[in-house]
């Protein structure tokens, strides 16, 4: 029988078993100078924090935003078109009817002009540093393939390696930029709209998150699934391109 042949993914488990503490002193498979940190999310904070903190800063801008963008309509229905008591003063100035409706119209155009500007540099924040620390986390696997031991190299198809650089991390890319922005920002905005909600009607805030607690224990176990699935297709994935790559090196053989 053949040994079974791991690629990077099965090294840098082993690594986060370890941890980066011991992996200097234990005699592995790479003889690294520095491991890669033992969980994800500290290698992500390491290497990108300062990134991850503008995108922070822009996160928790745009949730007063959002809030003042929920509240506008409402004033437009209830005074500027319901209401009766005119003119209005604001600041001193003083509107009538339509002039007070146009002017909120104008703020409301205002705010969805500014969360919208707020969510493309977001994006685009998020994509600089997602593809930053995909170019950071592709040298430092290439760097430690060359440290593989020539053992390692004879029980490990080089199909393998190239999918585990090149394909398998691709997705990474854009995680890495939404691992700390997207959740604090969906789940500010959901507060925001929660807040919003039973500041109206109470009884209708506890409508809209009386399904909560079944989703919270349904899309985990959803995810669960998905993540398996997930790791069938990457090894699915580099067993196609080994023999891809086998096809191609005896092409001669086969025409």
Request: aromatic share 10%; net charge positive.
């Amino acid at each position: 029988d053949q040994p079974r042949s791991r690629g990077l993914g099965d090294v840098y488990k082993r690594q986060a078993l370890i941890g980066p503490g011991r992996c200097r002193m234990l005699n592995l498979e790479i003889e690294t100078r520095v491991c890669m940190e033992a969980k994800f999310f500290k290698f992500v904070w390491r290497y990108s924090k300062r990134d991850q903190l503008v995108i922070l800063a822009l996160t928790f801008l745009s949730f007063p935003l959002v809030y003042i963008s929920l509240e506008i309509p409402k004033i437009i229905i209830n005074e500027a078109i319901s209401g009766t008591d005119f003119p209005k003063e604001i600041m001193g100035f003083e509107f009538e009817q339509i002039p007070y409706l146009l002017l909120l119209c104008s703020a409301f155009l205002l705010m969805v002009v500014m969360i919208n500007g707020i969510k493309w540099v977001m994006n685009v924040q998020i994509g600089m540093t997602g593809e930053r620390m995909l170019r950071r986390l592709r040298f430092m696997l290439f760097e430690r393939v060359m440290l593989f031991k020539m053992t390692r190299f004879r029980t490990t198809k080089p199909g393998e390696i190239i999918q585990s650089i090149l394909g398998e991390i691709e997705p990474l890319g854009g995680f890495i930029g939404e691992v700390i922005a997207t959740p604090c920002f969906q789940g500010g905005l959901l507060c925001v709209y929660v807040t919003f909600i039973f500041v109206q009607d109470w009884t209708l805030g506890l409508a809209a998150i009386a399904l909560y607690p079944l989703q919270a224990w349904l899309i985990p176990k959803l995810q669960h699934r998905i993540v398996r699935l997930n790791r069938e297709r990457a090894a699915n994935t580099r067993q196609l391109a080994d023999t891809i790559g086998e096809a191609v090196n005896v092409i001669g053989d086969i025409h």
